[in-house]
């Protein structure tokens, strides 16, 4: 059975939501010494990507509306199959600069698709 292309949306809007919710009151410092924290920020961070990448095979236009879509999911290609080259601090950053963009853009194409409002 196929997924609505805005299942996907709303997988990605409630990973985003956890990995704000896992990550607040926290600095790299503090993330980087919770095994726990960083486990769940990067698994919430490979369900996006998936998401993502599921969403541009089924809906490329859609999913071109995501900023950094291609981005995110060469991201969670490197999570999951651990490619060298990736650190505590570039997680911390994709998170603390990229994070918001994605969590508005997500959330006004979920309106835009007259999914009631988003959470």
Not at 107 to 113: G, N, R, S, V
Request: charged residues 20%.
């Amino acid at each position: 059975m196929k997924r609505e292309s805005s299942a996907f949306l709303s997988d990605i809007q409630l990973a985003c939501a956890l990995v704000v919710t896992f990550t607040q009151g926290f600095d790299l410092e503090m993330y980087s010494a919770d095994a726990l924290v960083r486990s769940a920020v990067e698994r919430q961070l490979q369900n996006m990507g998936e998401a993502l990448s599921q969403l541009s095979r089924q809906d490329p236009d859609l999913a071109a509306k995501v900023p950094r879509h291609r981005k995110l999911i060469g991201f969670r290609n490197i999570l999951v199959h651990g490619y060298a080259g990736l650190n505590d601090s570039d997680i911390w950053e994709a998170v603390q600069l990229h994070l918001p963009g994605l969590q508005a853009a997500v959330d006004a194409l979920i309106q835009e698709l007259g999914q009631g409002p988003a959470t």
